[in-house]
C-alpha cells in the first residue's frame, strides 16, 4: 500500500491524511524526502547559468517541500500524541534529520551560489527579496558552510550529536511527568476546590483506580494543587516531583550540549554560542540581554522580598510556624489575593468556560482585523480531542485554517505552544496555513465544560496571537512567513493579544457563568484589573532566573569543563535568588532551551518583546478606543501580517514611531519605583 505521507494529500482543506499514518510510515517517507532533497539541491549548484537570486535563491525557496510537509505531521505528533512507536522513530530520524540538514548548509558548491549573489548587495532585488537573500547568506555562514576539511566534518558531527541529545532531553521530561503520579484518597483532600477534584477522580479512574484521586505532572494539575491543597506536606511532595523533572537524567545530557554548541560557534567564529544566537537578534549581543535582565531583576528581586513578607505574615497569623517555602507561596499567595482583592481561582473559573473564552479570543481577532471563524466537522484532525475552524478575512476570502487541541493528557508534553501544519507563501501554487494551538488545560468533570484559571485564559490569548501571526501571514517567500521573526520578536504578537483578555467589554460579552448565562460581575471584573499586578515580585523573578542561567550557561567561551549545575547554583547565588522562590525552569526540564535551540540563549525573548508589548497597546490606549481602526490597521500590517519581510525594528517603528524603553513594562508589571 503506498505510503500515505507520501501521496497526494487530497483531504479537505490539504490537512495530513492523520488515520492513515502510522509510526511506520515515517521512515521510509523520511528517507524518500531527503532524497528528493537532495536531488534539488544537486540540481541548483549545478546549474551552468550565473547565479542570481531567481536561479539561486528563489530555486532553494522551492526545494524540500515534501520533506517539510513530513517534518511538521512528525514534529506535530511528537509533541501531542507520541507513544513508544514514535518515540522510537523520533530517536532513529533525528541525527539523519540533522546530518541531511548541515549537508545542504554546506554544501561548497551551493555556497558559492549564494556567497555570488550576496556579493551584489542586492542590487535589483525588492526589499523581500534582500531579506531572503541575506537570511540564506547568514544560516549558511553560520552553519559552517565556509569550512573545509576537518571542520566541516566536525560540524556535520556535532549536529547529528545535538539533534540526538536533544530527542533524549524532551523524551526525559517526558517520561518523568508521564510515570509520576500521586493518588489520594478522600481525607486528603482538605482544600481543594470542586474542579480539582472532579479532574483528579477523571484521572484517577482513567489510571484504572477508580474511587481514588490522582494528581500528575501536569501543570493543569500541579499548579492549582499548589494554589489550594491545605496539606502542606502533600504540596511540597508534589513541588518536590515538579521540580525535579529531568534531575536524574539530564545534567549529563546539558554538560554535553553546552560543550557542543560552545565548540559548534567557535568553528564558525564566534567567541561563545550566545554571542552566535545573538548575532540577528534585536538584541544584538549578550551584554544587551543581560543589562535588560539585571534592570528589570532589581525591582522584581525587591518586590519579591516585600511579597515574601507578607506571606510569611499571613502563615504566621494562621498559626502556621513555618519559613515560607516553594511548595507554600501559591498556597498563601492565593489566600492573600482573596484577603486583598476578594478573589479566588473557584469564584472566577465558572466565568471563564474554554469555549467562552475561544470565542472571545475569535471576536477580538474579528474587531481589530475582520476575521471570521467557521467551525468545520468531520475532518480528520491529529486527535479526536482537537477541533478545527475555518478563518477568512474581511472580504470572505480564505485565509485559513485554524485548529485547537486544548486538553492535558498523556503522551502530550506540558506547555502550550502554537506550531503549523503548512505555512503561506505565493511563490508556488499560493498557500494558506494550517496553524494549530495546543494546550494543557484540564478536561471539564463529567458532562461539565473545562473551566480556566485567568493565567489559563490568558494562555488561549497569548497562544492565538501566535496563531494570528502565522494565519494572517502575507508574504512571498516560505522562509519569511508568519511567526518567522528574529526570536525577540516572535512574542510580540502573543504577549500584545493578551491585554485584550482585560477589554471590559470583552469580558462583559464573553466571561458569563458557564450554568446561568450570567455575566462576570463588575465588581468582579474591577478586582480581577486591581488584582494584575498582584505577585508580580514572585512572577518576574521566578521568570528572570531563568534567563539569567540560560544566558550565563551560553556565554561560556570554553564550555569543556562547565558542570552546568554548578554554573546554575553560581547564577542563583550571585543574584542572590529569593530562597522561597525557584526558577520557572530549572535547567533539566528547561525544553525551550534544551529539547531543541529555539530558545536557547534565547529565553530572555519573552522580556525583549514585553518592552514592546506594553508599549504597543499604550497605542490604543492613547487613542481611546481598545479596538481603533487606525491603530489596528497599522498592527496588522507591520505586525501580524508582515512575517519576516522586514527588520524586526524598522517594523515596530514603523508601527509605534520609536523603540521603547522598560519603563511601559515595569508600569505594567507594578514595578516601577513610588514617585518620590
Known amino acids: 500500500?503506498?505510503?500515505?505521507?507520501?501521496?497526494?494529500?487530497?483531504?479537505?482543506?490539504?490537512?495530513?491524511?492523520?488515520?492513515?499514518?502510522?509510526?511506520?510510515?515515517?521512515?521510509?517517507?523520511?528517507?524518500?524526502?531527503?532524497?528528493?532533497?537532495?536531488?534539488?539541491?544537486?540540481?541548483?549548484?549545478?546549474?551552468?547559468?550565473?547565479?542570481?537570486?531567481?536561479?539561486?535563491?528563489?530555486?532553494?525557496?522551492?526545494?524540500?517541500?515534501?520533506?517539510?510537509?513530513?517534518?511538521?505531521?512528525f514534529s506535530h505528533l511528537c509533541a501531542a500524541c507520541t507513544d513508544d512507536a514514535l518515540q522510537g522513530v523520533e530517536r532513529e530520524m533525528a541525527p539523519k534529520l540533522a546530518a541531511h540538514r548541515n549537508a545542504i548548509r554546506t554544501d561548497q558548491g551551493l555556497f558559492a551560489r549564494i556567497d555570488a549573489v550576496a556579493a551584489t548587495g542586492g542590487a535589483g532585488l525588492t526589499p523581500e527579496q534582500r531579506r531572503v537573500l541575506d537570511r540564506y547568506h547568514r544560516m549558511f555562514v553560520k552553519a559552517g558552510a565556509r569550512l573545509t576539511g576537518a571542520g566541516r566534518a566536525r560540524m556535520a558531527a556535532?549536529?547529528?550529536?545535538?539533534?540526538?541529545?536533544?530527542?533524549?532531553?524532551?523524551?526525559?521530561?517526558?517520561?518523568?511527568?508521564?510515570?509520576?503520579?500521586?493518588?489520594?484518597?478522600?481525607d486528603e483532600l482538605a482544600g481543594l476546590p470542586d474542579f480539582l477534584v472532579a479532574a483528579a477522580a477523571r484521572e484517577a479512574a482513567d489510571r484504572g483506580r477508580p474511587g481514588a484521586y490522582a494528581i500528575t505532572l501536569g501543570r493543569s494539575s500541579v499548579e492549582p494543587f499548589l494554589a489550594f491543597s491545605a496539606r502542606r506536606d502533600?504540596?511540597?511532595?508534589?513541588?518536590?516531583?515538579?521540580?525535579?523533572?529531568?534531575?536524574?537524567?539530564?545534567?549529563?545530557?546539558?554538560?554535553?550540549?553546552?560543550?557542543?554548541?560552545?565548540?559548534?560557534?567557535?568553528?564558525?567564529?564566534?567567541?561563545?554560542?550566545?554571542a552566535m544566537r545573538l548575532d540577528d537578534q534585536m538584541a544584538k549581543t549578550p551584554e544587551a540581554v543581560k543589562n535588560l535582565l539585571l534592570a528589570v531583576w532589581a525591582p522584581a528581586r525587591r518586590r519579591a522580598g516585600e511579597e515574601a513578607a507578607a506571606l510569611a505574615a499571613l502563615a504566621a497569623e494562621e498559626g502556621a510556624n513555618i519559613r515560607i517555602a516553594p511548595w507554600d507561596w501559591r498556597y498563601y499567595a492565593e489566600k492573600l489575593r482573596k484577603r486583598v482583592h476578594d478573589l479566588d481561582e473557584a469564584e472566577t473559573k465558572p466565568f471563564l468556560a474554554l469555549d467562552s473564552v475561544i470565542a472571545a479570543a475569535f471576536d477580538v481577532a474579528g474587531r481589530l482585523f475582520g476575521l471570521r471563524f467557521r467551525g468545520i466537522e468531520g475532518l480528520a484532525l491529529p486527535h479526536p480531542e482537537a477541533r478545527a475552524w475555518e478563518v477568512t478575512?474581511?472580504?470572505?476570502?480564505?485565509?485559513?485554517?485554524?485548529?485547537g487541541?486544548?486538553?492535558?493528557?498523556?503522551?502530550?508534553?506540558?506547555?502550550?505552544?502554537?506550531?503549523?501544519?503548512?505555512?503561506?507563501?505565493?511563490?508556488?501554487?499560493?498557500?494558506?496555513?494550517?496553524?494549530?494551538?495546543?494546550?494543557?488545560?484540564?478536561?471539564?468533570?463529567?458532562?461539565?465544560?473545562?473551566?480556566?484559571?485567568?493565567?489559563?485564559?490568558?494562555?488561549?490569548?497569548?497562544?492565538?496571537?501566535?496563531?494570528l501571526h502565522g494565519l494572517m501571514s502575507d508574504v512571498t517567500y516560505p522562509s519569511l512567513w508568519g511567526t518567522s521573526v528574529a526570536r525577540d520578536f516572535v512574542e510580540l504578537p502573543s504577549q500584545l493579544y493578551e491585554h485584550w483578555l482585560m477589554v471590559p467589554e470583552v469580558l462583559a460579552r464573553h466571561a458569563r457563568h458557564?450554568?446561568?448565562?450570567?455575566?462576570?460581575?463588575e465588581a468582579m471584573i474591577r478586582r480581577l484589573r486591581a488584582a494584575e499586578t498582584f505577585n508580580q515580585g514572585f512572577a518576574m523573578t521566578e521568570?528572570?532566573?531563568?534567563?539569567?542561567?540560560?544566558?550565563?550557561?551560553?556565554?561560556?567561551?570554553?564550555?569543556?569543563?562547565?558542570?552546568?549545575?554548578?554554573?546554575?547554583?553560581?547564577?542563583?547565588?550571585?543574584?542572590?535568588?529569593?530562597?522561597?522562590?525557584?526558577?520557572?525552569?530549572?535547567?533539566?526540564?528547561?525544553q525551550h532551551v534544551f529539547s531543541g535551540d529555539g530558545y536557547a540563549a534565547g529565553y530572555y525573548s519573552y522580556l525583549w518583546s514585553e518592552t514592546m508589548d506594553a508599549d504597543a497597546f499604550r497605542a490604543f490606549e492613547e487613542a481611546g478606543d481598545p479596538f481603533d481602526?487606525?491603530?489596528a490597521a497599522r498592527l496588522g500590517q507591520f505586525v501580524y501580517s508582515a512575517g519576516g519581510r522586514q527588520d524586526e525594528a524598522e517594523a515596530y517603528i514603523a508601527f509605534r514611531g520609536r523603540m521603547p524603553g522598560v519603563e511601559a513594562v515595569l508600569a505594567k508589571r507594578g514595578l516601577a519605583a513610588p514617585e518620590s
Open 1 to 73: 500500500m503506498p505510503n500515505p505521507l507520501l501521496r497526494p494529500w487530497d483531504t479537505a482543506f490539504g490537512l495530513p491524511p492523520f488515520p492513515a499514518i502510522g509510526a511506520d510510515h515515517f521512515a521510509p517517507a523520511f528517507a524518500a524526502a531527503m532524497a528528493e532533497n537532495r536531488d534539488e539541491i544537486a540540481a541548483i549548484a549545478a546549474d551552468p547559468a550565473p547565479p542570481d537570486f531567481a536561479n539561486t535563491i528563489e530555486a532553494l525557496e522551492r526545494t524540500g517541500r515534501t520533506l517539510d510537509r513530513i517534518s511538521r505531521v
Open 158 to 186: 556535532i549536529e547529528q550529536r545535538l539533534a540526538a541529545l536533544g530527542t533524549a532531553f524532551a523524551q526525559n521530561v517526558l517520561a518523568d511527568e508521564t510515570d509520576w503520579v500521586m493518588f489520594l484518597g478522600a
Open 234 to 274: 502533600l504540596r511540597e511532595a508534589v513541588w518536590r516531583a515538579w521540580a525535579s523533572r529531568g534531575e536524574a537524567t539530564n545534567w549529563p545530557v546539558i554538560d554535553e550540549t553546552l560543550r557542543l554548541r560552545a565548540e559548534r560557534a567557535r568553528l564558525v567564529g564566534f567567541r561563545s554560542y550566545a
Open 393 to 403: 478575512g474581511r472580504d470572505g476570502r480564505h485565509l485559513g485554517l485554524f485548529v
Open 405 to 467: 487541541d486544548y486538553f492535558a493528557r498523556p503522551g502530550k508534553r506540558s506547555g502550550a505552544w502554537m506550531s503549523a501544519l503548512r505555512g503561506q507563501q505565493k511563490l508556488w501554487e499560493p498557500a494558506r496555513p494550517i496553524v494549530l494551538n495546543t494546550l494543557t488545560v484540564a478536561p471539564g468533570g463529567a458532562g461539565q465544560p473545562a473551566l480556566l484559571t485567568w493565567d489559563d485564559a490568558r494562555t488561549v490569548f497569548h497562544e492565538f496571537g501566535h496563531a
Open 514 to 521: 458557564y450554568r446561568t448565562g450570567a455575566p462576570m460581575p
Open 543 to 590: 521568570f528572570l532566573a531563568s534567563a539569567l542561567v540560560d544566558l550565563e550557561l551560553h556565554v561560556q567561551e570554553d564550555a569543556a569543563d562547565i558542570g552546568a549545575r554548578a554554573v546554575q547554583g553560581r547564577v542563583l547565588a550571585e543574584i542572590n535568588m529569593p530562597a522561597e522562590i525557584a526558577m520557572r525552569h530549572a535547567s533539566p526540564h528547561f
Open 629 to 631: 481602526p487606525a491603530t
